[in-house]
């Protein structure tokens, strides 16, 4: 059975589709495709511009954003919340930690769009109204810091450690906080905070 040229086996014909397109519907048919191309540009290429929400404290944050930022440029760059510190920037020293659907992150190595959808937390996020947070307030009453530089870090990574049960002996803690760095050696002071803030943490 021959076919009519331009139509299709399902009867689709293609010229009379490309007549039809030529009035009025053009113009949107267009601008429909270069924002297909521009779709699938931004795929291709990963300097061009990706909208990301991040839901950060609580809140949700809309951005405009390189598709290679991490979460760390995300919440220091764009967001201002300079509170997580950039120190190795390579996953080394922690203190760049954050809670990630309350699992602590070294969010220098986390891309933003990967943490989409997830609930961040911050340094910023863990005070409620004027009061401290427990690890907050352990860590002041403690002197668990000298420049303080490790200290977000540290203070995100406590909480966790606390709740993952890991805080239930002084060498519990030294392990599971090994992976956050402090320069000025505040250690002992470190280890005697999470201790401190542990049973009230636990308490919710
Ligand atoms: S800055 Fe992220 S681990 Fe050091
Ligand atoms: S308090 Fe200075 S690096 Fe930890």
Do not use: W
């Not at 598709?67 to 764009?78: G, P």
């Not at 967001?79 to 699992?103: E, F, N, P, Y």
């Not at 002197?143 to 203070?155: K, L």
């Amino acid at each position: 059975m021959s076919e009519k040229p331009g139509s299709g086996p399902s009867g689709f014909d293609r010229r009379a589709f490309i007549a039809a397109a030529a009035g009025s519907a053009l113009v949107p048919m267009a601008a429909r495709a270069a924002a297909q191309d521009a779709n699938v540009s931004a795929a291709q290429d990963p300097a061009l511009p990706v909208d990301v929400t991040l839901r950060v404290n609580g809140k949700d944050k809309r951005l405009r954003i390189d598709a290679r930022t991490t979460v760390l440029d995300a919440l220091r760059e764009h967001l201002k919340l300079t509170g997580s510190k950039k120190g190795c920037d390579h996953g080394q020293c922690g203190a760049c930690t954050v809670l990630i659907d309350d699992r602590r992150v070294v969010s220098c190595l986390t891309l933003a769009l990967a943490a989409e959808g997830q609930e961040i937390t911050t340094i910023e996020g863990l005070a409620t109204d004027d009061h401290l947070h427990p690890m907050q307030q352990a860590f002041v009453d403690n002197d668990a810091f000298q420049c303080g530089y490790c200290t977000p870090g540290q203070i995100m990574s406590a909480v966790a450690c606390v709740k993952e049960g890991h805080a239930g002996s002084e060498a519990d803690i030294r392990e599971y906080m090994s992976g956050n760095i402090c320069r000025c050696a505040a250690y002992p002071n470190i280890v005697a905070a999470v201790k401190q803030a542990a049973p009230e943490i636990m308490k919710g």
